[in-house]
């Protein structure tokens, strides 16, 4: 009997403690909470994030609170999620976020043509690559490339799509990488002699 009423138990499942820590809103940041849609307005934009049903999102003075309307589990794993989207929203109007990359290899370069980047990358034609709205290059020397903007969700996409143009190849590391990444690489093969 008692191994019975086990099985019929619904599952403990450990979730983030994240989602119940508050946010603190910096001075010069807005937050406006309509329906399910969290607006935020700071210094350098405006950026809003629809939440999931049963989330309640409340301003309390200089402090944001996520809070749950009842412990289902998949309402609980979106707890933190939730908190952590509208905190990177908050750090974006205030700060802003940077991805930095670097191009590796004789003849790869880059320049900066208007807004687009012009990437060099020993294929038989240059790569001009657009800015997204939202997002701004800046490009030191002709190797170092900063993709900034306000959505970090964005500017880490747009710094993944930069690098998957050239990856970084395993035999010399010669392609584009993210600032300090390690690349593992391969022993080249040798003759027999």
């Known amino acids: 009997m008692a191994k019975e009423s086990q099985k019929t138990q619904e599952p403990k499942v450990k979730v983030s403690r994240i989602g119940k820590s508050p946010i603190t809103i910096p001075a010069g940041v807005k937050v406006n909470v309509s329906g399910l849609t969290v607006a935020v ?80 990358m020993g294929f038989s034609h240059p790569v001009i690559f657009k800015a997204p709205e939202g997002i701004e290059f800046a490009v030191d020397g002709n190797t170092k490339i900063s993709v900034k903007g306000i959505d970090k969700q964005l500017v880490g996409q747009v710094a993944a799509n930069i690098r998957k143009i050239r990856k970084p190849e395993p035999y010399k590391g010669k392609g584009i990488r993210y600032a300090g990444e390690y690349v593992a690489m391969k022993a080249g093969k040798s003759g027999k002699k």
């Open 41 to 120: 307005e700071g210094p350098k934009g405006k950026l809003s994030q629809d939440i999931a049903e049963g989330i309640i999102v409340k301003v309390d003075g200089s402090q944001l609170v996520l809070e749950c309307a009842d412990g289902s589990i998949s309402l609980r794993q979106k707890h933190g999620l939730y908190r952590t989207l509208i905190a990177n929203m908050i750090e974006g109007v205030t700060n802003g976020f940077v991805k930095n990359l670097e191009i590796i290899g004789v003849g790869y370069k880059v320049a900066m043509k208007g807004k687009d980047l012009d990437l060099s």
